[in-house]
């Protein structure tokens, strides 16, 4: 989610490599899927399911569910404990 990555950026390295980050990412020739009803609901059914997982990673869970995704490249531990999706670690 772009909102986690300029979070950090800009917690970690201030709001110019923030932006530099982000600007580069919606940039590049990744597919950026927009946050719609089909993702939430699925969010909120990976939640359910999930005790643990938190919203943002629900989300981006849910964003790969809906749009039939290969694998989710992360390198977070909530993401890979989701039997819906497949991961690859940074």
């Known amino acids: 989610m772009i909102h986690e990555l300029y979070k ?10 923030a932006d530099i980050r982000v600007t580069a990412l919606l940039s590049s020739r990744l597919c950026i899927v927009d946050l719609d009803s089909a993702i939430g609901i699925e969010a909120a059914k990976l939640r359910c399911r999930y005790s643990e997982l938190p919203t943002a990673d629900a989300v981006i869970a849910a964003t790969a569910v809906v749009a039939s995704c290969d694998f989710v490249l ?8 989701i039997r819906e999706t497949k991961t690859r670690w940074l």
């Open 8 to 17: 950090f950026m800009l917690e970690n390295y201030g709001k110019n490599v």
């Open 74 to 81: 992360t390198d977070d531990k909530h993401i890979k404990q």
